[in-house]
């Protein structure tokens, strides 16, 4: 999948995927909405934010993740 609104800059945030140049970690926006903040919410503390940057950057998170093993701790 090819990320249009995902930007990977080393000379910002020492290369931390970033929504649009914004300085806006794609992990606090993942972090925000798994703390169950809505989409509303996450736009009205991030007027920089679009729809679309919420979303992508839950795609980024997935395919990140995808086909790698994450350890589970059980109980």
């Given at each position: 999948?090819r ?19 914004l300085?806006i970690?794609?992990a ?5 909405v ?10 009205d ?9 919420i ?5 980024y ?11 589970l701790?059980?109980?």
């Amino acid at each position: 999948m090819r990320f249009t609104r995902i930007t990977i800059d080393t000379d910002k945030m020492g290369g931390v995927p970033c929504i649009r140049g914004l300085r806006i970690p794609i992990a606090t926006i993942v972090g925000m909405v798994a703390n169950g903040m809505t989409e509303k919410e996450i736009l009205d503390d991030y007027p920089d934010l679009e729809h679309e940057d919420i979303r992508e950057a839950l795609l980024y998170a997935a395919d990140a993740v995808k086909e790698r093993q994450i350890p589970l701790v059980t109980a």
